[in-house]
């Protein structure tokens, strides 16, 4: 007898909204990063949970799609981080905070 | 007693540590052979003093490293420093679940053979490649934790490294899945329904039936070999260490037991790495029938399977040592240089001519292997005739400015 | 108690511990080896619920490559230095304060409706494992529009990375 929905999906909203409060609360850009990459990872254990309580293989195939664009997201937003750091020899995210570069 | 306790629990336990105790007497052995066989090809002697042709340095070391003092330096970040070694012994280890070193054995009561492998899980070779990925935190981590400029260039030309020839290691096994296929026979000897490609022992089994993958798929056994060496940190890929330039980069401020540990540990992957070498591309258990001698599934038959893989283990544990004295080491912007235009152009060529020549000439392994050995040949010729042309363009100075990598490290100092 | 239902609880805590730890320690090098154990326990769930591919697949992608760049970058611009004064600002305080009540009343809400039968009670459930076979057919038949689309993103994404390194490089001479 499987495990029921509802466990995973709760375990996911507590995953996500920690994932939130870090974006909130942290001020270095890799950790804020990371808490983004925290909830994207609480949406594919729900997307996999409810695959499996439907008894489809969609939701896996949606996991591999958020952790291809996951993948690029991450090259992209470091490479801009380190450039960030190079001009500013900062990535706290409040001292950035001009347009100018 | 209970049979099926026996199955379920006896036996697994049995074979692991059998495995785990092979694996440590292994990289014993591979200390002893690899200075000797050191000695061998500079023509010197290598160590011969401790016991009989010097067979006992590798205890003899060991109770040196474990009676030195297990030092800390003050200005490493100590969780991290004592976690690091720890971190690249167990993925070195546990891969070993997933190979098969033999055949399969019956014993007297139990009705099911037993086969020679920990664990058949049906993501076999993903599992293999999991684990492989992790390795670098180790070093990585050990290379963070010293806080030493030396091990932090060892550590950052590692994570790139590996990054690098992970993909090659991946792709190149494509092409072999894609040809693993079994008679029902040997299915239903192993109780499965269908082929899995992604498990060790199918892809060992068909090479029974079929020729080994080495003839078919030559180019990416060169390609996966290469990348091997790489993510083991071995000559000539050791940048991560490289005495001469980094002082032994990351395990710069290792010493004692944790330093024995890191060693311990390259040399478990290389056995590792043989291992799945040769259960991927050289036969497995496999030697023209030979494995079979006293009937299929006795244990004779086992016990000569599991020595035939034993010996191609040891056989190719010999290339590494030899590759390491063979060859110098790369510079940084060669060795990417190298991963990125020569390995992965040659891996991915691997799968598409497999697949197309599959379709095409209906199965023929005869014309896929040639295929495959024309078109790497072809490839890598467009590489290297583009690679000229650019060498040309350029000016001498350009070209050295280009040669300097991690340029962002001058951000910090 | 089943054998699903204690490593459940086993994975579920170490992932949450670890999602914990990523936003509370000071330093990045530490928040990104949680992230790497949460991960894992990640990929513990997903070969409970069957999807063995994808925990394969979560381990090489996350904790294999994605983390690897993380740790690269924080050692390259070795931030260690760098983060000590990320603290919380006084605004800010009150904001963490409301939002932690908000999640403690959710939790609460949770805790107290489980079981009531909101679940998808499907007949089709089932602990088997999903074939890496299925996934791949599916990928190259029904979806292979979405899987090409995601080749697009992925070297857009490599494009712009050189973009932007290359510029970083141009400035600097």
Known sequence: ?101 | MDIELVKDIIIPIVKILFIVHLLIIGVMAMIWSERRVSGWMQDRLGPNRVGPQGLLQPIADGIKFLFKEDLIPNHVDKPLYVLAPAMLLVPAMITIAVVPFGSSISIAGIDEPIPLQIADINIGILYILAIASLGVYGVVIGAWASNNKYSLLGGLRSSAQMISYELTLGLAIIGVLMLTELPNEILTKFGDDEVNPLSLRHIAASQGVHPWNILIHFPAFLAFTTAMFAETNRLPFDLAEAEQELVAGYHTEYSSMKFAIFFMAEYMNMIVGSAVVVTLFLGGWHFFGLENIGGEGSILAGLISFAIFFIKTGIFLFVFIWVRWTLPRFRYDQLMNFGWKFLLPVALTSIVVTGTLWIITDGNRLWIGIGNVVAAFIVVAIVAGMFALDNNSKSSTQATHDAAPLRGLDAVE | MTAEMILFFIFGAVSLIGAIAVISFRHPIYSALSLIVTFFAQAGLFVLLGAHFVAAVQVIVYAGAIMVLFLFVIMLLNLGTLSAKSALTGKLKGVVVVLGVLLAIQGVYIAMTAGTGTALESAQASTETVTTYKIGELLFSKYLLPFEVTSLILLAALIGVIVLVKRESQTEN
């Open chain 1, 1 to 101: 007898m499987p495990l029921d929905l509802e466990y995973y999906l709760v375990l996911s909203a507590l995953l996500f909204t920690i994932g939130v409060i870090g974006v909130l609360i942290r001020r270095n850009a890799i950790i804020i990063f990371m808490c983004i990459e925290l909830m994207l990872n609480a949406a594919n254990l729900a997307f996999v949970a409810i695959s499996r309580s439907l008894g489809q293989v969609e939701g896996q195939l949606f996991v591999f799609f958020v952790m291809a664009v996951a993948a690029a997201e991450v090259a992209i937003g470091l490479a801009i981080i380190v450039s960030v750091f190079k001009h500013r020899e900062t990535i706290n995210v409040d001292e950035v905070n001009s347009l100018k570069g």
